[in-house]
């Protein structure tokens, strides 16, 4: 028997609804624990489409309105039992209801896992193998680093210091069990128990970063753009509060994109400082106007930005022509260079658009763009990267998993379990939080051992 | 002069624990087997601690009792103190340990052998392998020739030379060509495994001093003596009641320390002298002194060899340092002021193999009828080597007689563990059994081992017919016991309640099952028979009907991990597949699959390099082959 599978089958940015697919012999239990409709799931046909809920029976609400479709096995995609889950949401319901399956038992699909599946069962033909062996592997590489970017923030040192932490403790018990009779320090229940309530306390707070949206590295990815010298480098050095971009008064100087990762109200962003957009004949110009191009195309969020004191001429048309039809904001900077009327006139060309008025000089409209881009996030009206956001379900449904067992050891100890019982539990968290890690729990325990301990003959 | 000797099925190269356990096995299951060894006294020698378990070794012994292999029966018929490690720790880790009479034990297992039928026992060193190759180029074992010119023809051999490969041994600065125990060296047939195009390591392991008794002031040592219960080792012995001799805990003092620290230098190991690779787990006293250095003291046991003998190991104090300083060290432990050293500590390097050459079967994959067990594969202990020992000899024994081989997994029995880790990962030290090398240590204890592997040892026919009627019996017993157990109900009588609040648990006010009682922490098998009637049970029965109801709930959860587990072991891989024509795999996949050849999808996953993606590309390849094959059957 095969476990069951969960995953976000609609490609990344698609707007209006996405889907959820899960497979396996659990498919359907899973989802009558999540779904109120008319009908009880259970009693739903096989190849009928029905209206519902998903509910978040821990927290008593309603996650979102869903068209749910039952399809019984062999007469399904991967000739197991399917449902899918046609929600309204963008990434973020997406997200929690994936989420709940995961809490119910299935696991996230492997890179091409579906097709995979549909092959080995027969589904697919075979002439089709090879494209099947190129999908797991192409994935692979762009999963395992987005992977690996978001393993390099906070996420990572934080979970380090868990991991490394049980790794000790894990250490300790093995060593007592291994080698008794050394003269070791034999640890005893109650020194594991008590070693367990940080290491619990420190796996429940990366949990709550989870919820908060904190932790995905990537996070927004916000570009500024304007017509040269309006100000771009200064409000990317504002925001870091570093001097990376080089600052002149002559128009053109920042000549190739500047990326630079920041946290704003603990969200992370990815800003991009771009060339001005502009006619050039500068070849070395015109690779960063064409680089600046490409960054639009893919961001998140676009900060265009305008000159009070210039006004807006049409280059700044010819530039949110390029970008108006994007989640924009509109930023007038130099206001204390210029009269109200000015400005005014100036927030008239952009109605209907989020207009901040801004002095980088004198400080004033920096937090009110901070609170926006906090906004825009939380509404969920900002796509993410899926992939990242997968990811991320993923690592969070494991650390929660690896919370679950400490819990479990921390009781075992209570009810008066012995050592090897409670091990078992520890263990069990520590491969959990390995596999976010990819390291492997029993070579690293080998090794504090031997480190740690003064054991032989 | 060469000349023609005679024919063995099965020809064994060197007699320790590895070697006997594989001549006895293949002579057992009906083939004609000679064993060699380089001196017929040394056969079973330990050349290191008299002792024989321990934590996961004691597990293995039993494992080699369940299948019917001969170590923990000679362990009960020569011990002289037995204990039960880790008893407060839980079922899983419980581990059996027993101070050996180790010559005692040698002339039991050298007597065992020579009573055995089919079973030669030859004083010869073995110098060259013999093989043909066959028109498709494959190898094949064809005799053995041994130094003074005898050529053995046979169809299998079983190379378990322990550390006896271009042995050398170090004492400081001294150091020259020799065995174990003053014993000669092997030093030919490393070059004929060489010729053979075996990849060999180099490793390097140690032993304390040896020192006499009667120099020895006990006063000022603490004593340890056995427990008064004796858990024999074999499941065919029922109980066993001897006198028991004490072991004696000194420990290491500053002096010590500052001696080891002042003559350092002329230590082979911090010189370089020392190349070949020694265990992290069991480090020289000079290792700890330097690599501890907060460490004020060490603790050192003193260890009788015997019952007719006053020699006594030092555990604790390997050594490589030279003579004289090693004189001075042991002086200054206390009680060992006097000492009189009988036999000096030293370090031995020796030739192995890299273990990753093999099958599961312990047969070398390029080379048919060849296996190696023990040492020669990179462990240490006794214990690794006598389990590798029987699974190569009883592997070498079916093929020859054309019968499936013996695989164990990693689920049912540390032996399996043993072998899945050396041939699948290979070892850069040498290997110590541990339990928590063990995925699943709670299903794999040393009290059901024979519920384990008895089964199977009976399936291969190591087990009579007599002996496994007896293990039925057992397992009938425990099987109705628990169901006995799990479907009474015990009433809320008032001597019920009583003796609950006399246990300190909840009184109860309604019907309860007796299992859930016994789940109950506060309360045992034993304890509740002041509330209710049962026949009388062996306390092997007892112990298992126990743990199987108190840690169901444990054992349920790694009977599901088992359960995924297996489901990957049993998706075999064919041993001809070329995995470097395989286009989706990554290349250092494909190499290292190539190179390791793995049983199964599950042994796939577990070699070092070889990914998730990997395994699932190889799955789609096996589904393409599958069809493939399907599409040609029909057009046939």
């Known amino acids: ?457 | 002069m060469e000349y023609e000797a005679g024919y063995y099925d099965v020809v064994v190269v060197g007699a320790g624990h590895a070697g006997c356990e594989a001549a006895l096995a293949s002579a057992r299951l009906g083939c004609k087997t000679a064993v060699f060894a380089i001196n017929l006294d040394s056969i079973a020698n330990m050349p290191c601690n008299p002792s024989i378990g321990g934590t996961a070794k004691g597990h293995l012994v039993r494992e080699i009792d369940a299948l019917g292999g001969e170590m923990g029966k000679n362990t009960d018929k020569t011990f002289i103190q037995s204990k039960v490690l880790n008893s407060a720790k839980g079922p899983a880790v419980f581990s059996l340990r027993a101070q050996v009479d180790r010559r005692r034990y040698q002339i039991e297992m050298k007597h065992t052998l020579e009573k055995q039928e089919n079973l030669d026992i030859k004083q010869a060193e073995i110098i060259d392998i013999l093989s043909e190759t066959d028109e498709n180029g494959s190898k094949k074992i064809s005799g053995v020739k041994t130094h003074t010119g005898a050529i053995y023809r046979c169809r299998s051999i079983v190379l378990t030379t322990g550390t006896y490969l271009k042995a050398r041994i170090v004492i400081g600065d001294v150091s020259y060509s020799g065995g174990p125990d003053g014993l000669f060296p092997a030093n030919k047939l490393s070059d004929s495994l060489k010729e053979l195009g075996i990849e060999l390591f180099r490793f390097k392991t140690g032993t304390p001093a040896r020192i006499n008794r009667r120099s020895v002031d006990f006063s000022k040592m603490s004593e340890q003596s056995g427990d008064d219960r004796i858990v024999p080792f074999s499941f065919e012995v029922e109980e066993i009641n001897i006198e028991q001799v004490s072991c004696w805990l000194t420990h290491t003092s500053e002096e010590t320390h500052k001696i080891i620290k002042e003559n350092l230098h002329r230590s082979p190991l911090y010189s370089g002298d020392i190349k070949g690779v020694g265990p992290r787990y069991c480090p020289s006293i000079e290792d700890k002194v330097v690599r501890f250095a907060d460490k004020e003291s060490h603790q050192v046991f003193v260890e009788p060899m015997g019952l007719e003998t006053q020699e006594m190991y030092l555990q604790g104090m390997s050594s490589s340092l030279p003579e004289d300083v090693q004189i001075k060290m042991v002086k200054s432990l206390p009680g060992l002021e006097n000492v009189s050293i009988m036999r000096s500590a030293y370090a031995i390097e020796y030739d192995c193999i890299n273990a990753t050459q093999l099958d599961l079967t312990l047969e070398f994959r390029d080379i048919n009828g060849l296996y190696s067990a023990g040492q020669i594969n990179g462990s240490s202990g006794y214990e690794e080597a006598a389990a590798q020992g029987l699974v190569a000899g009883i592997n070498a024994a079916l093929k020859i007689k054309e019968k499936e081989s013996l695989i164990l997994d990693r689920s049912e029995g540390y032996i399996g563990v043993l072998v899945d880790d050396l041939v699948t990962k290979g070892t850069k030290e040498p290997y110590r059994m541990m339990t928590s090398r063990s995925e699943y240590r709670l299903l794999l204890r040393q009290d059901n081992a024979d519920l384990r592997l008895t089964p199977i040892g009976y399936r291969i026919g190591l087990i009579s017919e007599e002996r496994y009627k007896r293990f039925e019996e057992k397992r009938d017993k425990i099987q109705r016991e628990i169901e006995r157990i799990e479907k009474k109900v015990i009433s809320p009588t008032e001597k019920v309640n009583a003796f609950l609040e006399k246990m300190n648990s909840t009184p109860i006010k309604s019907g309860v099952k007796l299992g859930d009682l016994l789940r109950r922490p506060e309360l045992n098998y034993e304890a509740l028979l002041e509330i209710e009637e049962r026949e009388e049970l062996s306390f092997p029965i007892k112990e298992q009907v126990e743990i199987s109801i108190k840690y169901d709930g444990y054992i349920k959860r790694q009977l599901m991990q088992v359960e995924q587990f297996k489901r990957l072991e049993k998706r075999k891989l064919d041993k001809e597949i070329n995995y470097l024509g395989i286009d989706g795999l990554r290349i250092e996949a494909r190499q290292k699959l190539n190179q390791i050849k793995p049983d199964s999808i599950g042994q796939a996953s577990r070699i070092t390099g070889v990914s998730p993606a990997d395994i699932s590309v190889l799955l789609i390849y096996l589904e393409q082959l599958k069809r493939d094959k399907r599409i040609k059957d029909k057009d046939e």
């Open chain 1, 1 to 457: 028997m095969e476990d069951t599978i969960a995953a976000i089958s609609t490609p990344p940015g698609t707007g209006g609804i996405g889907i959820i697919r899960i497979s396996g012999e659990d498919s359907f239990r899973i989802t009558s624990k999540i779904f109120r409709g008319a009908v009880d799931f259970d009693k739903i046909k096989s190849h009928t489409i029905n209206y519902g809920k998903i509910i978040d029976a821990d927290k008593k609400e309603t996650v979102d309105e869903v068209l749910v479709s039952k399809m019984k096995k062999p007469a399904s995609f991967t000739r197991e039992d399917v449902v899918e889950i046609n929600c309204h949401g963008g990434i973020i319901i997406l997200k929690k209801i994936l989420g709940l399956i995961i809490k119910e038992g299935a696991r996230i699909a492997e890179p091409g896992e579906f097709t995979k599946r549909a092959f080995l069962n027969g589904r697919i033909d075979l002439s089709q193998a090879e494209a099947v062996i190129d999908l797991i592997n192409s994935k692979t590489d762009v999963g395992s680093k987005a992977a690996i970017d978001q393993l390099e923030g906070k996420l990572s040192k934080k979970l380090k210091g868990v991991r490394e932490k049980l790794i000790e403790l894990i250490a300790h018990i093995e060593v007592t069990v291994d080698y008794p009779e050394h003269d070791i320090e034999e640890i005893t229940g109650n020194k594991v128990y008590e070693d367990l309530i940080p290491i619990k306390e420190m796996l429940f707070d990366i949990i709550i970063g989870f919820d908060k949206g904190r932790i995905i590295r990537e996070g927004l990815n916000i570009v500024i753009v304007g017509r040269p010298n309006v100000g771009k480098s200064s409000l990317l050095n504002e925001l870091t509060g570093k001097s990376k971009a080089i600052v002149t008064d002559i128009p053109g100087t920042t000549r190739d994109i500047i990326e630079e990762y920041i946290n704003i109200n603990g969200i992370p962003v990815k800003l991009v400082d771009t060339a001005g957009i502009r006619d050039t004949e500068d070849p070395v110009e015109k690779i960063g106007v064409e680089r600046a191009k490409k960054a639009i195309d893919g961001a998140d969020l676009i900060i265009m930005m305008t000159d009070a004191a210039s006004g807006i001429n049409d280059e700044d048309i010819n530039i949110f022509n390029d970008v108006r039809n994007k989640n924009i904001i509109v930023l007038i900077n130099k206001i204390d260079a210029a009269s109200s009327e000015k400005i005014i006139n100036i927030e008239n060309c952009f109605k209907g658009f989020n207009v901040i008025k801004l002095s980088l000089k004198d400080g004033i409209g920096i937090g009110q763009i901070e609170d926006e881009i906090t906004n825009l996030f939380n509404i969920g009206s900002v796509a993410l990267n899926d992939e990242i956001l997968v990811t991320n379900v993923r690592h969070k449904n494991m650390i929660e998993l690896a919370h679950k067992r400490i819990e479990n050891a921390m009781a075992a100890y209570e009810n008066g379990m012995p050592l090897d019982m409670i091990t078992i539990d520890i263990k069990d968290a520590a491969e959990y939080l390995g596999q976010i890690t990819g390291e492997s729990v029993s070579e690293d325990v080998l090794h504090e051992i031997f480190k740690r301990f003064c054991i032989g003959k």
